[in-house]
Nanobody, 124 residues
Framework: QVQLVESGGGLVQAGGSLRLSCAAS????????MGWFRQAPGKERELVVA????????YYPDSVKGRFTISRDNDKSTVYLQMNSLKPEDTAVYYC?????????????????WGQGTQVTVSS
């Protein structure tokens, strides 16, 4: 069983930055692929970024490429999402997720473990 806890969300002006953190309560953290999803009001859940357990492969949709960066610290069992140049359309609840397996293609990934979510609001 994996427990995930997100933090770092909040209110920020357009063009600003936020850094989200996801702490995992599992000793074998390095064996899990990790990712961030988001869901805005009235919209379906959307994959933001994913990273394999070794961190050698990452996936970013076009909407966040060049602005968002995922990283992981396996010693701290924590994954991060650095978000720069934020836009109002980035406003959503952001969820951390984990699974031992990363699918191919990553855009079809549906992990089995989820955090509770953290709200990100970007004002115009």
């Amino acid at each position: 069983q994996v427990q995930l806890v997100e933090s770092g969300g909040g209110l920020v002006q357009a063009g600003g930055s936020l850094r989200l953190s996801c702490a995992a309560s599992v000793r074998t953290f390095s064996n899990y692929a990790m990712g961030w999803f988001r869901q805005a009001p009235g919209k379906e859940r959307e994959l933001v970024v994913a990273i394999t357990w070794r961190g050698l492969t990452t996936y970013y949709p076009d909407s966040v490429k060049g602005r968002f960066t995922i990283s992981r610290d396996n010693d701290k069992s924590t994954v991060y999402l650095q978000m720069n140049s934020l836009k109002p359309e980035d406003t959503a609840v952001y969820y951390c997720a984990a699974d031992p397996i990363m699918t191919t293609p990553p855009s079809m990934w549906s992990p089995r473990y989820w955090g509770q979510g953290t709200q990100v609001t970007v004002s115009s």
